[in-house]
Nanobody, 128 residues
Framework: VQLQASGGGLVQAGESLRLSCAAS????????MGWFRQAPGKEREFVAG???????????AYADSLKGRFIISRDNAKNTVYLQMNSLKPEDTAVYYC???????????????????WGQGTQVTVSS
């Protein structure tokens, strides 16, 4: 499985961005998919996750600090996962990674270690 993240860029505080994560090699419709981010000098942190068709279809989880501003979704026909980011803040500046957990069905892990496949990351920079 290859994951290709895109959609990052430079925006001003308060603006929105939508990230995409396109999977290739096989369908990821049964996988839990996640978004993580890593800011300079900080550890990689969980942003959001979404279950696949084997579990509670489309169930989502978010980092508490991001709930209400970020929305994760997936289009299984396109083998793609999205992260809609609204009301962006300078502290959202980071490299955003998508990841796939092939062994999970209904449980969204917030730790990065169980995820099997990772995209290359896309830079999001929010200016004040």
């Amino acid at each position: 499985v290859q994951l290709q993240a895109s959609g990052g860029g430079l925006v001003q505080a308060g603006e929105s961005l939508r990230l995409s994560c396109a999977a290739s090699g096989r369908t990821v419709s049964t996988y839990v998919m996640g978004w993580f981010r890593q800011a300079p000098g900080k550890e990689r942190e969980f942003v959001a996750g979404i279950t696949g068709i084997s579990g509670s279809v489309g169930a989502t989880a978010y980092a508490d600090s991001l709930k209400g501003r970020f929305i994760i979704s997936r289009d299984n026909a396109k083998n793609t996962v999205y992260l809609q980011m609204n009301s962006l803040k300078p502290e959202d500046t980071a490299v955003y990674y998508c990841a796939a957990d092939k062994d999970a069905t209904w449980f969204i892990t917030r730790s990065h270690s169980p995820y099997d496949y990772w995209g290359q990351g896309t830079q999001v920079t929010v200016s004040s």
